[in-house]
């Protein structure tokens, strides 16, 4: 049964699969910088339960803690938190899994896997196709390429879309103070009568949150703080399981990171929000932080890491995630497509102590062409004096 959630968003108690998505987003946040940026660590999450039950030791204890689950438990959980964004209104997801011919999948582990996941591996263009359908049009290249020593890959498509139970106006933006002091572009701004919809969020650096409420079961939380990306993103979080409080009964004189709360002559009380419409499009390298995501292990060429998927020794390759998020007049609409790619893994051989013979040709020296099965020599030469160089 899925917890209900109170006016502001906030869960009494997340689910432990919802907790550990989300703790994930917060620890990638973590490291995405300063630029724009957008990424899914729940597109991503699935995908290391998924592992982490088909992996042997240390991978798999690896990719369960990146996971923030235990190993056991992982498969299952993947699956759950799948089949609740494919059970919402407002948002979609898929798993695929792409195998080359020559390779055996054991069956076991396919029936764990929703019917159908599993196809024959051909090429880039069934794979861009299906990222473009899985998201609905708003991602159409697959974020990883087929290599000719490609095995294995498997994915996860993400899509969410609402419109606004409000609707916004075009505006111009021209901010008088602070960063973008001197800027004019296009702008977006509503009024509405649902004061709570805004709050200040009592984290270590205050931070202001505005809930833009959607049609169905999506709403969009704008954040805006003078800490860090990584630190106004965790209060969001935070305030999610409840480790951060949220100040929702605003008064006269209140303030807040671009906020203010002040006496006016209206008709009713009116929350105004007024911020840019923004597209960000997002390219991510998973390997770029093996720690973040448990790949150190699995990626290792010298063995096999995921004996339960096959017997063929299988390592992590690549993986990568494309996402996308718009916010416009309309609503807001995001997609992420997230993959792992698996090659052969290669037996390391340590070294011993062996015989070496070396034979060099600095002499004059004969040779023969031999029929091998009859011993025929073909021709037979000699070699006077060496190549003149050109």
């Avoid at 729940?42 to 996971?67: F, M, T, Y």
């Avoid at 948002?91 to 020559?102: E, F, K, N």
């Avoid at 299906?130 to 890959?153: E, K, M, S, Y």
């Avoid at 203010?260 to 008709?267: D, F, G, K, L």
Wanted: glycine share 8%.
């Amino acid at each position: 049964m899925r917890p209900a959630a109170t006016l502001d968003g906030v869960q009494p108690s997340l689910l432990s699969h919802v907790a550990a998505a989300n703790e994930l987003t917060g620890r990638w946040c973590e490291r995405a910088g300063s630029d724009d940026f957008v990424l899914s660590g729940c597109g991503v999450w699935p995908l290391l339960g998924i592992l982490a039950d088909a992996a042997d030791e240390p991978a798999r204890s690896e990719l369960a803690a990146a996971a923030s689950i235990a190993a056991p438990a992982a498969r299952r959980a993947a699956s759950a938190l799948l089949a609740e964004l494919t059970d919402a209104d407002s948002t979609a997801a898929a798993l695929g899994v792409w195998v080359r011919p020559d390779i055996a999948l054991h069956e076991a582990w396919v029936r764990t896997l929703p019917p159908g996941t599993v196809e024959k591996l051909t090429g880039q263009p069934a794979l861009d196709a299906w990222a473009d359908r899985h998201t609905r049009g708003l991602i159409d290249r697959f974020p990883l390429d087929v290599q000719p020593d490609t095995l294995l890959i498997l994915a996860t498509a993400i899509v969410a879309k609402t419109a606004w139970r409000t609707p916004f106006h075009d505006d111009v933006l021209e901010p008088e103070s602070g960063p973008w002091a001197g800027h004019r572009g296009p702008g977006l701004s509503r009024d509405s009568e649902t004061l709570t919809d805004a709050t200040v969020l009592a984290a270590p650096t205050p931070v202001t949150r505005v809930v833009v409420r959607g049609t169905g079961d999506l709403d969009v939380h704008l954040l805006l703080g003078d800490a860090s990306p990584a630190e106004v993103l965790r209060a969001g979080l935070g305030v999610l399981d409840g480790s951060i409080e949220a100040h929702t009964a605003l008064r006269i004189g209140d303030t807040g990171p671009g906020l203010t709360v002040r006496e006016t002559r209206a008709t009713t009380d009116t929350l105004r929000i007024q911020l840019p419409p923004f597209v960000i499009r997002s390219s991510h390298d998973l390997m770029k932080h093996p720690d973040l995501f448990g790949l150190h292990t699995a990626a290792d060429p010298r063995t096999g890491h995921f004996p339960a998927l096959s017997d063929t020794p299988l390592r992590v390759d690549g993986a990568a995630q494309h996402a996308l998020a718009r916010f416009t007049r309309e609503g807001f609409e995001a997609a992420a497509v997230t993959a792992v790619r698996m090659v052969r893994a290669v037996a390391y051989r340590r070294p011993h102590r062996t015989t070496e013979v070396a034979v060099t040709f600095d002499r004059p020296f004969g040779f023969l062409a031999v029929h091998r099965p009859t011993g025929l020599a073909v021709v037979a030469g000699w070699v006077a004096a060496p190549p003149k160089s050109r």
